[in-house]
Each structure stands twice: as C-alpha cells, then as structure tokens.
C-alpha cells in the first residue's frame, strides 16, 4: 500500500522558517514527479511546488517563489519543502503528492495526509 507521510509542520512566527519533509513508502518514487499543495481554511487546495523525478526540474507557485525551495531524496524515498520568510497567509495544511508521470508539474495520483503549518504575525 502506498503511502505518503508528512512531518514538519508546526506553529512559526512570521519571518520565521520551516523544513517540510514526505517519506514514501508502498512504492519506488524515485522516477515519479513529487510536490506540495496547501489547503487554507474556507480555500480551495492550491498548488505550491513540483519537482521532476531527477530533480533536474523544479515548478513554483508565483506566491511562493524565491521563498521555498523543493527538494527531494530518491535514495530515501523522501521529498523536501525548505519555508523561509514564511508569512501569515502561507497559514494551512500542506499536502505532499506524487504522480505517476515523471516530469508533470502537477502531482496529483497519490495524496498524504497533510501537515498543518501556522505562521502567526
């Protein structure tokens, strides 16, 4: 069974940063495209990041761009969200994903069970 999970949420204060990691386990991600969506409260999941499955190609969202960086671990099954200058409106759940296509910018065939990230001014 596949599963995707995430760790590194947490409450930070504005400016502050945060290192999001998603271990896989079930199956062999490393040729598979990986990223991060965010869910806030009364909004619709929005894209965040993408990372082809080499990591030679990273996608970002305009809001998030210069700011978070993707990252990923084929050796460990495990993808990264670095968060820096974080601010109050990055506040929501954050959801690591995985597509069985290697290179889309949109991920979206496999869902953990998210993470939530508080950013207080």
């Known amino acids: 069974q596949v599963q995707l999970v995430e760790s590194g949420g947490g409450l930070v204060q504005a400016g502050g940063s945060l290192r999001l990691s998603c271990a896989a386990s079930g199956r062999d991600f490393r040729f598979n495209a990986m990223g991060w969506f965010r869910q806030a409260p009364g909004k619709e999941r929005e894209f965040v990041a993408a990372?082809?499955?080499?990591?030679?190609?990273?996608y970002y969202a305009d809001s998030v761009k210069g700011r978070f960086t993707i990252s990923r671990d084929n050796a460990k099954n495990t993808q990264y969200l670095q968060m820096n200058s974080l601010r109050p409106e990055d506040t929501a759940v954050y959801y690591c994903?995985?597509?069985?296509?290697?290179?889309?910018?949109?991920?979206?065939?496999?869902w953990g069970q998210g993470t939530q990230v508080t950013v207080s001014s």
């Open positions: 994903a995985a597509d069985r296509d290697p290179n889309t910018r949109l991920p979206d065939d496999y």
């Open positions: 990372i082809s499955w080499g990591g030679g190609s990273t």
